[in-house]
């Protein structure tokens, strides 16, 4: 536990995922004084990797793609010949058949078979002239998607899976999902990028992206490394705050349960990942009651694995694939040997089985031995794997894992920020913290801009992170 660190130099971090880690990095290399409070024993967040006996895994499948070349250096600079390239397969396995992702027409085209394929067009064709001649509201995600790729493809995969992901009927689901996952992807995009697809020019990160070789969370376990082998940073690991007093201007003070007991900060600047809502109910005094009333109708989804061994060299070739169907409980299978040889031992595998739940429901709830039963069997029943090539496995839970975007999120958000936005001294960053659904890389962005607000005395504009007009998974490969 690091000695008292106190005063306007001081910079007091909550949490330890990707954004809170970029700011640490970035205030240390300017030696800026800084802690880092940590609930967990270790660092990396949602984007921390495990080990299980020779097996390592990341919590989900985790990929580096920006357009931001500052982060790329970033990264590099940390992992020099351990961030390696990978080529990317991904897909959808929707009635037994695999379908690319993103979309790729022929393949769409030839699974679903001739029928089909006509109510594809058509009701793609219906969109169009309905957008021409009747331009309805899109008041939804599901409005969103059936505009952009006719309902019969939306159908196919990104309604059922989406619902599947947040446990919202898609009509409840606000369209500011689709406009920051899929913005400017559209069936039109897909055939016209079928069409010109050319293998001259800088490869997307659709084709290749990178990858620490050991795991995403060695990006994490670097940054704490070389942290501690400076003078200006520190960090409390299995600590939470307990209390965050202020005067209505700025955060004065905050109590923080340690392993050794209750410490006091009196930092100059709060960069706070956690949770929003652990944020507010921290506050002494406490934010009025309407504030709270709207934080209390934001929600958060949460996110369960299963992790399983198995006795075989490899299970599929994709790094991971997608299970939109509703009669398969999970959502996501991640193979992390296909993102780098060395997450298994030669010859052996792993799987990572995601369940998407809410806190407390049935998934939540169960147990490794039940979460075995539900996540093996439907992988057994179509030959993915055998249930006697499996040789260990082990579960974990993460409540905060995604902030719910329904048709109200909005509404209930913009109140609580601006209310924390009157603290001149605190900075919200990460996917719980500011309560917006961003990777890994637009966290990392975000922390490395607090850091710099800090280091600049200027305030960068962090809602800007992330909002480029193109599609989201774009990106370049040098």
């Not at 970029?22 to 409070?37: C, M």
């Not at 997608?322 to 792993?350: C, D, H, Q, W």
């Amino acid at each position: 536990m690091p000695g008292d660190r106190t005063g306007k130099d001081h910079t007091l971090i909550l949490g330890a995922g990707p954004a809170g880690m970029a700011a640490a990095f970035e205030l240390n290399k300017e030696g800026n004084e800084f802690t880092v409070i940590e609930k967990t024993d270790s660092v990396g967040g949602l984007a921390r990797t495990f080990s299980y006996g020779e097996y390592i895994t990341d919590l989900g499948p985790h990929r580096f793609f920006s357009q931001n070349k500052y982060l790329y250096d970033f990264i590099k600079d940390l992992l020099g010949d351990r961030w390696i390239k990978v080529n990317r397969l991904t897909r959808f396995y929707i009635n037994d058949k695999f379908f690319m992702y993103p979309i790729e027409i022929k393949n769409a085209l030839k699974n679903v078979g001739p029928y089909t394929a006509g109510r594809i067009v058509a009701d793609y064709s219906f969109e169009r002239l309905r957008e021409r001649f009747a331009k309805r509201e899109l008041r939804s995600f599901e409005d969103h998607v059936v505009s952009d790729f006719g309902r019969e493809l939306a159908k196919l995969n990104m309604l059922n899976y989406t619902e599947k992901v947040w446990g919202l009927p898609c009509s409840e689901i606000s369209p500011d999902w689709a406009d920051q996952r899929i913005r400017g992807l559209s069936f039109f995009a897909v055939i016209k990028n079928a069409l010109h697809k050319s293998d001259k020019g800088p490869k997307t990160l659709v084709d290749q992206f990178y990858y620490p070789e050991m795991g995403t969370g060695t990006i994490y376990e670097e940054i704490k490394k070389r942290v501690e082998e400076g003078t200006s940073g520190a960090f409390a690991l299995g600590s939470h705050p307990t209390r965050v007093a202020h005067d209505g201007k700025r955060i004065t003070e905050v109590s923080v349960k340690t392993p050794g007991g209750e410490k006091k900060f009196s930092p100059g600047n709060v960069v706070s990942s956690i949770p929003i809502t652990v944020l507010l109910e921290l506050l002494d005094p406490g934010p009025p009651k309407g504030i709270m009333e709207a934080a209390g109708r934001l929600k958060f989804r949460s996110h369960v694995f299963l992790f399983i061994t198995l006795d075989r060299k490899t299970v599929f070739p994709d790094q991971w694939i997608y299970f939109p169907n509703k009669e398969i409980p999970f959502g996501r299978v991640m193979e992390p040997r296909n993102f780098s040889a060395k997450l298994s031992p030669a010859g052996k595998t792993s799987l990572l089985i995601e369940f998407f739940c809410w806190e407390n429901d049935r998934v939540w709830n169960a147990t490794t031995e039940a979460l075995f039963d539900i996540g093996v069997q439907p992988l057994e029943d179509r030959n993915f794997i055998k249930r006697s090539e499996i040789t260990g496995s082990f579960s974990h839970r993460e409540k905060y894992a995604y902030p719910v975007y329904d048709l109200d999120y909005r509404k209930n958000l913009d109140p609580v920020r601006d209310y924390l936005k009157a603290f001149a001294n605190l900075q919200l960053i990460g996917r719980a913290g500011s309560f917006r659904y961003n990777n890994q890389d637009h966290a990392m962005e975000m922390g490395i801009l607090a850091a710099r607000s800090i280091i600049e005395n200027k305030q960068y504009n962090l809602d800007d992170v992330g909002a480029e007009k193109s599609y989201f998974e774009s990106g370049y490969i040098k």
